[in-house]
């Protein structure tokens, strides 16, 4: 059973979610909270596999809430909740540990489908999405010296997955199995100091890797 935490200040918008998620038989609203203080409440006591997080909140924001969350043992994964399609608050999330972001509009089906892939490791940007919001927003920097580290091959198989593409995606377009898109994707992450796949697309985007 995958417990869920569910943060905003919209008492609706938190009942229609609560239906949602717990009509289904492998997930769980484990509690709610209104903003960002009794959101850190919440995690502290209940210990959710993944929070959903409005960004905009009174009393304290979701930037602020995750932030906090992020710094305490083993945190849940968050997953911020945004009315706009390009936010610079959601990118600042992801850059400070978020596993993503979903519109609040967004299809109930992929809704459901995201809040399972955070809880397996992925992460819920849409490509698109993606490459317009760091486009927009990123600082461009000097390439860093930890991605030199990279092989040619790591290289190319780091350029496919700051595209968006899956494990099986790239095994498809490289003629490789998904077992070594894989190690691959682990030895880069490494070498980059990255935590997951989310980080490298943000690292991609900052340093103007991304093609």
């Given at each position: 059973m995958i417990s869920v935490a569910l943060v905003d200040?919209?008492?609706l918008f938190r009942a229609g979610i609560r239906m949602l998620v717990d009509s289904q038989p492998d997930?769980?609203?484990v509690g709610e909270a209104g903003d960002g203080h009794e959101a850190i409440a919440l995690v502290a006591r209940e210990r959710p596999d993944i929070v959903l997080m409005d960004i905009r909140m009174p009393v304290m924001d979701g930037l602020e809430a995750t932030a906090e969350i992020l710094k305490s043992a083993d945190p849940p994964k968050i997953v911020m909740l945004?009315?706009?399609?390009?936010?610079?608050?959601?990118?600042?999330?992801i850059r400070q540990g978020a596993s993503g972001f979903l519109l609040k509009d967004a299809d109930p089906e992929f809704l459901l489908a995201a809040i399972r892939g955070v809880y397996a490791g992925s992460s819920?940007?849409?490509a698109s999405q993606t490459r317009e919001l760091f486009a927009q927003h990123a600082e461009r920097k000097r390439v860093p010296a930890q991605y030199e580290q990279l092989t040619e091959r790591e290289r190319e198989i780091f350029a496919l997955a700051a595209r968006g593409l899956s494990n099986g995606e790239i095994a498809g377009a490289e003629f490789l199995s998904e077992a070594t898109v894989k190690t691959h994707i682990s030895r880069i992450l490494a070498k980059l100091q990255l935590r997951d796949r989310v980080q490298l697309v943000v690292f991609a985007y900052d340093h103007g890797l991304a093609g």
């Open positions: 200040d919209q008492a997930l769980r609203i945004t009315t706009f399609d390009l936010d610079e608050a959601a990118a600042r999330a819920v940007i849409a």
